[in-house]
């Protein structure tokens, strides 16, 4: 104090202005690293299995062949055989050239101057054939693995356009066509037979309303508790982490690619870390992270958001688990990014009073 007068407070609306001015830098540079890595991961994850509603499946195998299976992997994407060793099995392209070759050691070669060779590289074939790879052309052949084991993106045994088949009324499960592709298993003509089938999708409600648990915790926030909130992106990143390498692992491992939308999950870990360090001396160094940290986990939830009513899921986890873990990060990602950005971290009274007086209010 002085002469009689107290020093003038700081304006509010300055205040306002300052967090609102943070709020708009860290938003803006979060989006546009994001949005480079969403570009990424779509590229990335353009031959990987994705969630779908169809599903192939071998029904057999004809004349039967002992030590020697076939199964589709990722829902309808993937044909795998399996060869134990002195078996030799010839897998024909679609215009009948040799294109997959098995020897009786466990060698498995690819010729790639086969047509499905460059066919088989999209879901949907959109893939030119260079100049010179026809049906004269001598194979080159290129050995791939040594465990008599591989995996290709057939065209035949899952459906070939985004829109819905014709035969599929789209309200229950039905059979979209039978297909057969013929391969050479000791110089012997063998069959594998199997079905594509269409399944109508879930309701997304179920494991939206599971995943609410995760709000739970918030109720007992207050600005007091910022480590709090740092706990639950930590969390949250944690399991959206465990989420993708569980979908990465759906894919066989030599279409699988770089998991770029791990990125998320990782970065929202670390920033949770660091604003659970920061939040005792740097408060509002900790709010911009955790801004940044709950904007990843929303993100990454839209991203993989399909999961909640998609039938068939080619991952490595449990469906129901995956499902509630994906709503799970979704609302942490979106409570933990609205309390920071729109003000609701000011505030000095704990949620859960609020909540109270709101239910009072409306009750």
């Not at 229950?172 to 594998?192: A, H, K, N, Y």
């Not at 609410?212 to 910022?226: D, G, K, Y």
């Amino acid at each position: 104090m002085v002469g009689g007068s107290r020093l003038p407070r700081r304006d509010t609306s300055s205040r306002v202005s300052a967090v609102f001015r943070t709020v708009y830098r860290t938003l803006s540079t979060a989006l546009i690293a994001y949005g480079l890595i969403i570009v990424s991961a779509g590229s990335a994850l353009a031959g990987a299995a994705q969630p779908t509603n169809y599903e192939s499946i071998v029904l057999r195998v004809s004349p039967a062949a002992i030590g020697i299976s076939f199964e589709v992997v990722g829902g309808d994407a993937f044909l795998t055989v399996t060869v134990e060793h002195s078996h030799e099995v010839l897998i024909p392209g679609y215009f009948n050239e040799p294109y997959v070759r098995i020897d009786a050691d466990g060698s498995v070669y690819v010729n790639e101057n086969s047509q499905a060779f460059f066919i088989n590289e999209d879901r949907y074939g959109l893939v030119p054939i260079p100049v010179g790879v026809d049906l004269e052309s001598e194979p080159a052949w290129s050995l791939v693995a040594t465990d008599g084991r591989y995996a290709w993106l057939d065209h035949r045994i899952h459906w070939m356009s985004e829109d819905l088949p014709p035969a599929v009324a789209g309200d229950q499960r039905e059979q979209v066509f039978p297909w057969e592709i013929p391969v050479l298993i000791d110089g012997v003509g063998t069959s594998v037979i199997g079905e594509l089938v269409w399944i109508p999708s879930h309701h997304p409600a179920p494991s939206l309303m599971a995943g609410l648990i995760a709000l739970l915790p918030l109720l007992f926030w207050s600005p007091r508790r910022s480590r709090l909130l740092a706990a639950v992106v930590v969390t949250s990143g944690g399991i959206a982490s465990f989420v993708t390498v569980a979908q990465v692992n759906g894919t066989p491992e030599a279409a699988r690619g770089l998991p770029v939308i791990l990125v998320l999950p990782v970065l929202a870990v670390a920033l949770g870390v660091a604003a659970f360090v920061r939040a005792a001396r740097r408060r509002r160094f900790a709010l911009q992270l955790l801004l940044a940290g709950g904007l990843s986990l929303a993100i990454w939830a839209l991203l993989t958001l399909n999961v909640l009513w998609l039938p068939v899921l080619p991952s490595a986890m449990n469906p129901v688990m995956e499902r509630a873990a994906v709503a799970f990060v979704l609302w942490s990602g979106i409570a933990v990014t609205c309390l920071v950005a729109f003000g609701a971290v000011a505030s000095s009274r704990p949620l859960a009073q609020r909540a109270r007086r709101l239910s009072k209010w409306l009750l």
